[in-house]
C-alpha cells in the first residue's frame, strides 16, 4: 500500500449553532462554499458527535427526568446530579466502576465510558435550562446516511466519521475516538504485510478511524473553538469498509472484565 506523504486537515468554516432537525449536509455546504473549499474522492469528513446528536434530537431536559431509587443511591455515591445519573443508567447496560466523580459504565452500543458520553459542556448556553445531550442512537447508520448524502451532493465518494472525545484507561487525557463510520475501514488489519526488513506482520491491527478522529481533534479543539466538521485529505487505505463497532473489543477477547 502506498502510504501518504502529506495529510491535510482543514476546519470547514461557518457551522452554526446546530439546533434538532438541522440539516446537517446542507451547513457543511454552506461552511465548504464559504472557505472556498471543494470535495475531493477520499477525503475524510469528521463531524463531532455533538451536533449529529443535536440534529437528530438527543438533547435532553433534565427538568423532565425522574431519577430512580437506584439513580438517586448512585448519585450520592459519584456527587452527581441524580436525574443525570438516571439518565447515565438508561444508557448502559452495566456500571463499571463508580467512586466520587466518577461513574463508567458499559454504554448500550458496547463502548466503556465515563458517563455514558452523555455530556452538558457545549450544549446549552447557562440561560437554558439544564440539558444533557445523548450519544446518537446508531452513529454507524447516521455516518453511512451522511456518507451517502455527501458523496451524492459533491458527485466524489467521500467517507465519514463520527468522533467524541474519551479518556483512556491507562493514560490520562482524553483522545479523539470514531464512534461512528462509514465508507473506511474502522479497523484496518495490516497480518501478512511485510515490516521495513520483509517479516510478515502477525499482530497488526489498526484502529484506523480511530487515528483520524484524534488527528481532526486536533483541529476542532475541546472548548470554544466552534470547529466541529473537518475535511481530512490525502489518506490512503487498503482493505473492505467496515464500521466504528467493530473497535468495540468484543467480551470474550478483553482480559480485563
Known amino acids: 500500500m502506498k502510504r501518504s506523504n502529506v495529510v491535510e486537515m482543514l476546519a470547514v468554516p461557518g457551522i452554526p449553532l446546530v ?29 463531532t458527535q455533538k451536533i449529529v446528536s443535536k440534529a437528530e434530537g438527543r438533547m435532553v431536559d433534565l427538568a423532565t427526568v425522574e431519577p430512580s431509587t437506584e439513580a438517586i443511591e448512585l448519585a450520592g455515591k459519584v456527587h452527581k446530579d441524580p436525574r443525570l445519573v438516571q439518565l447515565i443508567l438508561s444508557e448502559s447496560v452495566r456500571v463499571v466502576r463508580a467512586r466520587p466523580g466518577v461513574l463508567i ?50 458527485g466524489v465518494p467521500v467517507a465519514v466519521i463520527i468522533s ?33 526488513f520483509g517479516r510478515e506482520l502477525q499482530v497488526s491491527i489498526t484502529g484506523h478511524a480511530d487515528e483520524i478522529a484524534a488527528a481532526a481533534s486536533l483541529v476542532m479543539g475541546q472548548g470554544a473553538e466552534g470547529q466541529p466538521v473537518v475535511v481530512v485529505r490525502g489518506l490512503t487505505w487498503r482493505g473492505p469498509d467496515n464500521s466504528a463497532s467493530e473497535l468495540v473489543r468484543p467480551a470474550e477477547e478483553d482480559m480485563f472484565r
Open 105 to 154: 459504565v458499559e454504554h448500550r452500543l458496547g463502548f466503556v465510558m465515563a458517563n455514558a458520553g452523555i455530556d452538558q459542556s457545549n450544549v446549552a448556553s447557562p440561560d437554558d435550562p439544564q440539558r444533557a445531550l445523548l450519544l446518537p442512537v446508531d452513529p454507524d447508520g447516521s455516518a453511512d446516511i451522511l456518507r451517502k448524502r455527501l458523496s451524492l451532493r459533491f
Open 19 to 47: 439546533r434538532e432537525d438541522d440539516d446537517l449536509v446542507a451547513l457543511i455546504g454552506e461552511g465548504l462554499a464559504q472557505g472556498g473549499l471543494v470535495p475531493r474522492g477520499g477525503d475524510v469528513f469528521v463531524l
Open 164 to 196: 467524541d472525545s474519551f479518556g483512556r484507561a491507562w493514560r490520562r487525557g482524553t483522545c479523539g475516538v470514531a464512534i461512528g463510520a462509514a465508507g473506511l475501514p474502522s479497523l484496518m488489519d495490516l497480518r501478512g504485510s511485510p515490516d521495513l
